[in-house]
């Protein structure tokens, strides 16, 4: 297929380009979130990355995810499932939105506790199971 894995040096802008897609997601969520967070490689200062920003919104309950989910679509977010991380949902940002993965998911879940944890965690140590 040849698809090609680009890795950059830290970009401090990727901190803005995840204030402003927080803010497009926000007039829609607002009343439904505990937290939007900048997740990923693009969310720990100095390191290198994949140049896409990475966020989970983060919410209380299952039915706040599914309500997180139509309401995403009013904004042009396609829901893509679960794309086998149980309980985290992942969309397809919109045509006119710079390209970024964004997941909602409850607070609780098991992949949104890893990528909190991901900021924390020496680099030497990212290679051990986080549980």
């Known amino acids: ?7 950059v040096e830290y ?9 402003e897609l927080r803010e497009f997601v926000l007039p829609v969520l607002n009343d439904l979130i505990i937290t939007i967070e900048h997740v990923g490689s693009t969310s720990v200062p100095g390191i290198a990355a994949k140049p896409i920003v990475d966020m989970d919104v983060v919410v209380s309950t299952q ?25 985290r949902e992942a969309f397809i940002p919109p045509d006119d939105v ?27 140590r990212r290679r051990q199971k986080i549980q």
């Open 63 to 87: 039915e706040d995810v599914h309500t997180a989910i139509q309401r995403l679509a009013t904004l042009g977010y396609v829901h893509e499932g679960d794309l086998g991380a149980n309980g």
């Open 11 to 19: 970009d401090p802008g990727w901190i803005r380009t995840f204030e």
């Open 98 to 124: 710079v390209w970024h993965h964004l997941y909602v998911c409850t607070v609780d879940n098991v992949e949104y506790k890893r990528h909190i944890l991901f900021r924390f965690v020496r680099p030497s």
């Open 1 to 7: 297929m040849g698809l090609t894995l680009k890795v």
